[in-house]
Nanobody
């Protein structure tokens, strides 16, 4: 059974930084896409970033481009999200996801496994 466990969320002031981590276990994650999404209360799940297995291809949502960086350690089955210049509108539950495919996709329906999420709150 696949398990994804996120960590690193918390409360930060606007302009600050946080680094989220996602630990994957339960199967081999080679050749899989790993991604981050976020969901604020009353809003749809929003694509944040995705990365391929070799970590040589990344894809970002428009609202985070230039501020967030996704990375992964395939040997450790870990994926990270470095978030800089945080804004109050970045406040959400951040979820790690895995896609069984080769293409980087932004739609949540394309991802097969999900973590429980970690709360990020940015104060103004």
């Amino acid at each position: 059974q696949v398990q994804l466990v996120e960590s690193g969320g918390g409360l930060v002031q606007a302009g600050g930084s946080l680094r989220l981590s996602c630990a994957a276990s339960g199967r081999t994650f080679n050749n899989l896409i790993m991604g981050w999404f976020r969901q604020a209360p009353g809003k749809e799940r929003e694509f944040v970033a995705a990365i391929n297995w070799r970590a040589d291809n990344t894809y970002y949502g428009d609202s985070v481009k230039g501020r967030f960086t996704i990375s992964r350690d395939s040997a450790q089955d870990m994926v990270y999200l470095q978030m800089n210049s945080l804004k109050p509108e970045d406040t959400a539950v951040y979820l790690c996801a895995v896609r069984n495919g080769l293409r980087l996709m932004r739609g949540p329906e394309n991802y097969d496994y999900w973590g429980q999420g970690t709360q990020v709150t940015v104060s103004s």
